[in-house]
Each structure stands twice: as structure tokens, then as C-alpha cells.
């Protein structure tokens, strides 16, 4: 990889799993993980969890990150940054 490429994270919070990858900005995968969501455990278990996989993918970025993007289930607020309805119903 070229020095010149620039890594950003990507974090996708689902109903079973949080997956998370680390991009050059050519799209190419420099790093992968998934973690369990739990979302019975609670928000502030999941957040941490979404904050664990970002300091991770950030510990094997070989440049500094240049930003992160998020993909949820649910209704975005992105004024007030509240998501809404985002909780998985099987039933």
C-alpha cells in the first residue's frame, strides 16, 4: 500500500452482528472483524462494543484514518443524531 493511500472505517450495526472494516481509499480491505451485538445486554454495551471495533481497526490502520461511516437499522435523525426504531423484533 501506497503511503499516499488514506484508511477510513466502516461499522455496520445489525440485529446479530457489528462488522466492522478498515479501507484504503481505493476500497481495498486492509482489516475485518464482527463482534456479537447482544442487544439485550443494552445501548451502552452495543456503543461500546462499536467503540471497541473502531479503536481496533484504528490499531491496525498503517496511516492515520480520515473518518468513519456508520450504517444502523432504522430511521436517522441526522439533525439531532438520534436513530429510531432500530430495535430487531423476530416476531
Known sequence: ?????????????????IASVLLT?????????QVPTVASDGMDAVLDKVADQIHEMIRQSPAQVVGVGM????????????????????Q
Open 71 to 90: 450504517g444502523s437499522p432504522g430511521k436517522v435523525d441526522s439533525t439531532h443524531g438520534v436513530v429510531y426504531d432500530a430495535a430487531h423484533d423476530p
Open 1 to 17: 500500500m501506497s503511503s499516499i493511500q488514506k484508511p477510513a472505517i466502516g461499522i455496520d450495526i445489525g440485529a446479530t452482528k
Open 25 to 33: 481509499e481505493n476500497g481495498e480491505l486492509i482489516a475485518s472483524s
